[in-house]
């Protein structure tokens, strides 16, 4: 039965654990299969080319799995390779930069937002589409973060160097108004206590993994799609790289224990 089938997640590394765990609270009967492409990471500073075909890699892994729906948790793949997906494949296929644009709207006070993210994303102006799209008259403040990832995939969230490194990283936006942020990669929430330190208590964070599950939930329900059955999910995790600092990470975010499996990938060009 297509419901029982899991969801499939995939990333450019271990940022779309922040929206597993959203996944995971709000859909607690559903089974995810996840894959990050730790071995590749950052996508952000690759070729359009380049992260297309890294991205259809993973996705034909997700659909070797089975799976009945696929979560581009990655704000660079969104942007490359989200219309495409939804043509070519027969099962739905949900990106993270339109639910992230839209919790930013409903958050702002004085509609101006700041968007943080990858350079792929950033120069691809899907943030600033998307806001404008649902609000209109509004003030987009972008900036790519290039050391973001690196730090989150290193293990490194907290302490001295690395609030040095993310205070001088956003210093080109803080004389703006904005009071809405968007966390426009899923690597960043790992890297929220010490963003909001930096930015100020006035400053919204929006963090996209929240508003991507409940339009998961939204269309498992339409599609009739959701597992209803009363069985304890069984989650699977696959990574493209070493697997110590992902299993470190997950087991610390998701708050049990994660022990993914190493898959190869061709192509690989680290």
Request: proline letters at 6%; aromatic letters at 6%.
């Amino acid at each position: 039965m297509i419901m029982k089938r899991a969801i499939g997640v995939l990333d450019s590394g271990v940022g779309g654990l922040t929206v597993v765990k959203e996944l995971m609270r709000q859909l607690p009967k559903e089974e995810i299969i996840y894959i990050g492409d730790t071995e590749r990471c950052p996508y952000g500073p690759r070729p359009h080319d380049e992260i297309e075909a890294y991205t259809w890699e993973l996705i034909e892994f997700l659909l070797s799995k089975n799976v009945k729906m696929i979560v581009i948790a990655c704000n660079t793949a969104t942007a490359v390779v989200l219309k495409e997906a939804r043509k070519r494949l027969n099962i739905p296929v949900i990106g993270v930069i339109d639910p992230g644009a839209r919790a930013a709207v409903k958050g702002t006070r004085n509609k101006h937002i700041g968007v943080i993210g990858t350079k792929m994303t950033i120069e691809s102006n899907s943030y600033e589409t998307a806001l404008r799209h649902v609000a209109g008259e509004i003030d987009v403040y972008s900036l790519a973060c290039p050391p973001f990832v690196p730090l989150v995939e290193a293990g490194e969230l907290d302490g001295e160097r690395v609030r040095d490194i993310v205070a001088e990283t956003i210093r080109p936006l803080q004389s703006s108004e904005m009071d809405t942020l968007i966390l426009g990669c899923t690597h960043y929430p790992l890297l929220a206590p010490v963003i909001q330190d930096v930015v100020g208590p006035d400053v919204h964070l929006i963090s996209s993994g929240d508003e991507t599950a409940l339009e998961v939930a939204a269309i498992l329900d339409f599609k009739e799609l959701e597992n209803d059955l009363d069985t304890v999910p069984v989650h699977q995790f696959y990574a493209t790289g070493d697997v110590v600092i992902f299993d470190r990470l997950a087991t610390e975010w998701l708050g049990q224990p994660v022990r993914a499996e190493k898959v190869e990938v061709s192509g690989v060009d680290a």
